[in-house]
């Protein structure tokens, strides 16, 4: 099979598009897909620098990615409730940057749902809904929420206006109307945001979702007036240093598949949706992954095998 795969740590340059590679065989409560499409995650590119490994410990050579679309090719012993030829979503174990991919955390695939939105959905929906019930946001609550008009923000700004939450959006000037039509109340970020954030919330804020990392905690904990049990960053790398909970990895199966279904069912009708930025053939990954890098890309970033 075909899939890009890298020996050592380090820049895009690392990473090599292999042709030939042994078709994984699926074990217990496994099964085999063949991949339709791979979402590109910020998280793709720090594994490949070694930034998180106390969350994604590497074994070389590895293959990169976390989520993906496709059709259900092999059953392992003891899998049951699927069959060669159902179309899924979810993450995989041996990486999606492949044309053939293990999993055993998976749920079906709406026929509505393009390969593309399917693979866009469970990193960004995980993430979302794992980080939305850490903080307990609830309804008539207010949520500062920054990086919001990324795959992960949109996601959460989408899922707390749902649940009756307010939601403050940091975003750059092109993405505030993106974020209008979500339901948030979008405001710059940079220089001033705390009294920008003030005058879109007077009564205050009741929780920090940080999705960004940019200099966001210092500014946060101001607006928490100190408190910081309910600010939690997916993105910051000096946290611990604010005394701030760093939440990475990924949440319990059960919950996992439970959120994972609801969110692909309200992708399907339309009430959730993940922003597509551009799709690349899988020989391009080094090309995704530097634009995710970037910070640049307006939307999720799909590979296609």
Same mark, same amino acid.
């Given at each position: ?11 895009p ?20 897909? *063949?991949?339709?499409?791979?979402g ?24 990169? @990615?976390l989520?993906?679309? @496709?059709?259900?090719?092999? !059953? ?7 069959? =060669?030829?159902?179309?899924? !979503?979810?993450?995989? *174990?041996? +990486?999606?940057?492949? %044309? ?8 079906? *695939?709406?026929?509505e749902?393009?390969? %593309?939105?399917?693979?866009? !959905?469970?990193?960004?929906? %995980? ?9 307990? =946001?609830? %309804?008539?609550?207010?949520?500062l ?11 959460? #700004? ?6 009756? #939450?307010? #939601? ?15 339901g ?7 220089? @001033? ?22 200099d ?28 701030? #909970?760093?939440?990475? @990895?990924? +949440?319990?199966?059960?919950?996992v ?32 992954q ?6 640049r ?9």
């Open positions: 099979m075909e899939a890009i795969v890298y020996e050592e740590f380090g820049g340059e690392v990473l090599r598009h292999e042709s030939g590679l042994a078709v994984p065989e699926p074990g217990e409560g496994e099964v085999r897909v *063949k991949v339709a499409a791979v590109v995650n910020p998280v793709d590119y720090k594994r490949r620098y070694g930034w998180v490994e106390e969350f994604y410990p590497t074994t070389f050579p590895a293959i990169p @990615g989520e993906f679309a @496709g059709t259900v090719d092999a !059953l392992g012993p003891g899998v049951t409730g699927v069959r =060669v030829g159902d179309e899924v !979503l979810g993450w995989t *174990k041996t +990486g999606a940057y492949a %044309e053939y991919a293990l999993s055993e955390l998976y749920v079906p *695939k709406p026929a749902l393009s390969w %593309e939105q399917a693979a866009s !959905l469970p990193v960004a929906g %995980e993430t979302a809904a794992r980080v939305l019930r850490l903080l307990d =946001v609830r %309804e008539g609550e207010t949520l929420l920054h990086g919001a008009a990324g795959a992960v923000g949109s996601a959460a #700004v989408q899922l707390a206006v749902a649940a009756g #939450v307010t #939601v403050i959006g940091t975003a750059s000037e092109p993405n505030h109307a993106y974020l209008k039509s979500l948030a109340i979008p405001v710059t970020y940079g220089e @001033g945001l705390a009294t920008r954030v003030r005058s879109a919330a007077p009564a205050g804020i009741d929780a920090v979702f940080d999705a960004a990392g940019h966001t905690l210092p500014v946060s904990i101001d607006l928490m007036a100190g408190e910081k049990t309910r600010i939690i960053t997916i993105a910051a790398p000096d946290a611990a240093a604010h005394g701030i #909970v760093f939440s990475g @990895g990924i +949440g319990a199966p059960g919950q598949r439970e959120d994972l279904t609801t969110q692909a069912k309200l992708a399907a009708t339309g009430a959730l949706t993940i922003r597509l930025a551009e799709s690349f053939p899988l020989k391009e990954a080094a090309r995704a530097e634009l995710s890098e970037s910070g890309a307006r939307g999720k970033l799909i590979l296609l095998p």
